[in-house]
């Protein structure tokens, strides 16, 4: 009995021994470690996969992982997380080895071109770092660097087919922009969000974005509200993207030449709003197309001369045949429609043209001199014959009722025929010297401008009203006349006409000059920016002097707290559009607008959940004075040509922004504002207040004037999956001040409702650090990107405007005009 045990155990270990020396070759190697950023704290939820293969894991809440290898072979783990700059580690491990390996994360640095300014020195000013990156996902309709602006605090923009903005209290044209030190302009004629195409700047080619609000120093130019300042790249290897969606499409490619002497930076954009139009109240065949190319050049000719040459080309055309426009409107116990049958069509044409040459010559590492030569041409082209035969009806608001919804009662008909050809030429050359000389504790900049303008201005534009029969205005009537034919004395008179021919050819020399001192008493930090500008137009022959002041500091407390206080004076003298009147003509004795800014701030670094943030607060008020009162329709600016009136805007901004999902960055700004203004004679006196000679006394909100604001921008990703990644983009803005345009309401004042868009988008990361690809010819591809966008998530109806029509009884309705509604975007983005 024993032997028969002794030999069953030994077949047994005979019969298993291939299985355990088969188990002991296969057991896994594993590796452990933790993952750790610069600042020696844990990263959660960092990936780590293995290259060429699916799978891996993530770090815990600690910062620890752990991963079982195959043994005996070549591997490589990738440790990746948003906002990081990727690590690689190479292992060849034995079975059953267990080995260690730590890893600190480096942040992703954003190269700037030429110049790299430190965000401790931005942050001494009223100048605000926007990730340009940003731009390139966040939802929006328009899309681009302005989308990202609109969600600054301060910052307002009710229009999302448009890229114009509003900054606490000022209108579109009080904004400056500049691209690689140029100031760069937009057409002049576009009335409508629809028409306006692309913004001149290519998010692709962005490399850096600074925007201020207001208290900007002196190198900046003569506007009273904002700057955005734009750096493209300086490329240092070949790389390109390509983009593609519903909306459009862009392709740029980028790389060096001549032994790195050379660099190269081109991007061409086609983009079509006919998606979006086609959901829009008025029907018909929308034929918008708009398309763009842009190049930087550099080359270096010298260690310390470098030659850059910046191009662009932009061709929109958009086209309008009208059919029909349904709109109902009002509430739910008094509410209405209009419909309107359309003959005619609109067709616009804007052609610009826009070039620099930059020459920058540094004889050292502290002194840098530049001279800029830049030339901008714009071919501008409006033509339509519209006619609409209009109805209005009272619409059944009884829930009862079988006829629930439906038209009840006629409240009124009419016609009106609209028309235009109006055609703007406009050329402006100007030469320009820029210096800055850098000491151990200042920085000294200055520099002088001379710009030569031309302009060629015919418009030809009516408007005819014919409401139940009867033209308005209309002659008098013949009864009661002896001789009926007495009437043919009276002309036939348009409801409102505009002719008149332009030609305008200027002179202006700007120059500024400014320096920065920092200062150092024991632990704390002040600094100090003193400058000022000067302009002369020989149009107007003023000289101005604008004085501008900047002061921060930062004591050496336990939190880090900055505080800063900036103000100046800021001249705007009249570009073009500000001196012509409604009617046309131009007003020759407009004098430049001002305004005194006054702007206390302070922005506070902290961490919270071991994250970092920042909260900005500032708070300012704005004299303003000589202003030229407008108002605006749509995104078309109309000015009274007059320097009429004097007013204020005052406001909180605030915006926190941080890590609220680790490794992202997101924000949320807050802004309070009022901007009043008080009319003193002239133009809009009529418009707007019932008595002309109490126009002293009485404060009129400006068509500017949002008082609340809000706007966030949010970023997440799933912790166990992070190719799939969310963007939002939300917005609110309380209704901004409506006038009545005929005489016998100007008294009354309403206000549109509030605006309110949510834009989302879903991403699905193809190919990129996490999901390499290694063979065929997807490997030469670092990124590519699916992306699903629900713009206007929740379906809202915002008002951009009214259209104004009367009914048999002269009441007269605003009818809204409504922007987009819900609609869904697929875009595919490609990097290499």
């Known amino acids: 009995m024993k032997l028969k045990i002794y030999i069953l155990i030994i077949l047994v270990i005979l019969f298993s021994w291939p299985t355990v020396a088969v188990f002991s070759q296969n057991k896994m190697a594993k590796v452990s470690g933790k993952v750790i950023g610069e600042n020696r704290q844990a990263i959660p939820l960092v990936n780590i996969s293995i290259k060429g293969k699916a799978g891996g894991t993530s770090t815990d809440d600690h910062g620890n992982y752990s991963i079982e290898l195959t043994p005996n072979k ?46 401790k020195e931005v942050r001494k000013t009223t100048l605000t770092r926007i990730d340009p990156q940003s731009a390139l996902v966040i939802p929006t309709a328009s899309g681009g660097i302005e989308a990202l602006v609109k969600t600054m605090p301060g910052v307002s923009s009710n229009n ?33 969000g629809q028409q306006e195409g692309l913004s001149i700047i290519n998010s692709h080619l962005v490399s850096s974005i600074l925007f201020s609000a207001g208290g900007f120093d002196a190198k900046y130019g003569d506007k009273m509200s904002s700057v955005l300042d734009i750096q493209y790249r300086k490329p240092t290897k070949f790389a390109g993207s390509a983009d593609i969606s519903l909306l459009g499409g862009s392709f740029h490619f ?31 065949e929308y034929k918008p197309s708009f398309t763009d190319i842009q190049a930087l050049l550099t080359y270096q000719v010298h260690p310390k001369w470098k030659l850059e040459v910046l191009g662009n080309y932009a061709r929109n055309s958009y086209k309008l045949i009208p059919e029909n426009r349904e709109t109902s409107f009002g509430h739910i116990k008094e509410a209405y429609k209009l419909k309107i049958y359309f003959d005619g069509q609109e067709i616009d044409r804007f052609d610009t043209w826009f070039g620099a040459v930059t020459t920058t010559y540094t004889p050292n590492d502290k002194l840098q001199l530049k001279l800029i030569g830049s030339t901008y041409s714009t071919f501008e082209r409006e033509n339509y014959d519209i006619q609409g035969q209009y109805w209005i009806g ?8 079988e006829d629930f919804g439906e038209v009840i009662e006629s409240k009124g008909v009419g016609t009106y025929l609209n028309h235009a050809r109006n055609r703007l030429n406009a050329t402006v050359y100007s030469l320009e010297h820029q210096g800055m000389q850098e000491k151990e504790f200042s920085l000294l900049q200055w520099g002088i401008k001379y710009q030569h303008e031309k302009f060629d201005d015919r418009m030809r534009e009516w408007e005819m009203i014919d409401s139940a029969g009867y033209s308005t205005p209309n002659p008098p009537d013949s009864l009661g006349f002896i001789d009926p034919g007495m009437q043919g004395n009276y002309p036939f008179i348009l409801f409102d006409t505009v002719i008149s021919n332009n030609k305008l050819s200027s002179n202006r020399l700007t120059g500024y000059l400014q320096n920065n001192w920092d200062f150092f008493h024991l632990k704390n930090t002040m600094s100090l920016t003193l400058g000022a500008r000067f302009n002369y137009w020989d149009y107007s022959n003023q000289f101005l002097v604008s004085p501008r002041a900047a002061f921060s500091y930062k004591p050496e407390w336990e939190k880090d707290i ?40 302070s922005d506070y670094n902290f961490i919270a959940w071991n994250r970092p943030f920042k909260l900005t607060t500032e708070a300012y008020y704005k004299y303003m004075d000589h202003l030229i009162p407008f108002i605006v329709e749509n995104v078309r600016i109309i000015y009274s040509g007059e320097n009429s009136s004097r007013g204020y805007a005052t406001g909180l901004d605030f915006k926190i922004n941080g890590e609220f999902v680790p490794g992202v960055e997101s924000w949320m700004s807050l802004s309070i504002m009022q901007t009043n203004e008080i009319l003193r004679d002239n133009y809009y006196n009529q418009l707007l207040v019932e008595d002309p000679n109490t126009a002293e006394n009485v404060w009129i909100p400006r068509p500017t004037d949002q008082r609340v604001t809000v706007n966030i921008f949010f970023q997440d990703y799933l912790p166990m999956l992070p190719s799939f990644k969310m963007n939002m983009n939300l917005g609110f803005g309380t ?3 409506v006038y009545y345009p005929d005489a016998e309401y100007n008294t009354v004042i309403t206000r549109m409702p509030p605006y309110r868009r949510v834009d989302i988008g879903f991403a699905y990361e193809v190919i990129g650090p996490r999901n390499q690809k290694t063979n065929g010819m997807f490997k030469h591809f670092t990124n590519v990107d699916l992306t699903f966008e629900v713009l206007n998530l929740l379906d809202i109806k915002n008002t951009v405007s009214y259209l104004w029509v009367k009914d048999n009884q002269n009441y007269v309705y605003l009818v809204p005009n409504y922007l987009t509604p819900r609609q869904f975007n697929l875009k595919l983005a490609v990097r290499f």
């Open 74 to 119: 070549n591997i490589t783990l990738i440790f990746s997380f948003i906002g990081y700059k990727s690590e690689e580690t190479n292992l060849k491990m034995r079975a059953g080895q267990e080995k260690v390996v730590n890893i600190t994360l480096l942040q992703s640095a954003k190269q700037l071109s030429d110049v790299i300014v430190e965000d």
């Open 160 to 192: 999302e087919l448009s890229s114009q903005y509003s900054v606490r209290g000022g209108n579109f044209d009080e904004n400056l922009v500049y691209i690689n030190g140029i100031q760069v302009y937009r057409p002049i004629l576009t009335r409508s």
């Open 562 to 601: 900055l505080f800063r206080f900036a103000t100046g004076l800021y001249y705007q003298p009249p570009f073009y559009k500000e001196l012509r009147r409604p009617d046309g003509s131009l007003n020759e004795n407009i004098k430049a607008q001002s305004s005194m800014h006054f702007v206390l701030g």
């Open 394 to 401: 009272k619409l059944e608001t009884n829930l009862g009722q």
């Open 254 to 284: 980028e790389g060096v030449a001549a032994q790195k002497k050379m660099t190269y930076l081109v991007g061409f954009r086609q983009k079509s709003n006919q998606y979006l139009l086609s959901s829009m109240d008025t029907k018909g």
């Open 735 to 737: 209704g901004l001040p």
